[in-house]
């Protein structure tokens, strides 16, 4: 069973984003709740939040065990530019334009007997053929 949440028009970049979401990628919602608490960044509040709506809406759709839980896809997508139109002066009388990004985060987690700190993604497919080789 899945479930997701979405965290649109933050006003965060999602280049500021990613390395955080990263850090939590395939792990249980209690890990990855314990990792984003201890990070001093904006976007681990705005993952953390996002995260535990995913969480509750799975546990609203049936009875599941709150440690069996976990991230199957979190992303960081960009937003519209807020306010669209801005600009800047700049040498010689020309102007530059301002981009204050937005992001929109997705989380999806679904219900797994998976082990805590155990991730799905950490090994890429290219290396498991290298290390199927040697």
Known sequence: MEASAKAKYLKISPFKVRPVINQVRGLTVEDALARLALSPRKAARLA???????????????????????????????????????YRPRARGMANRIRNRTCHITVVVEEGAGKAGERGDAVSPRRKKKQTQE
């Not at 199957?72 to 960009?78: F, K, W």
């Open 48 to 86: 953390e939040k996002t995260i535990q709506s995913a969480a509750a809406n799975l546990k609203a759709k049936g009875k599941v065990d709150a440690g069996a839980i976990r991230i199957a896809r979190i992303q960081a997508d960009g937003g519209p530019l807020i306010p669209p139109f801005k």
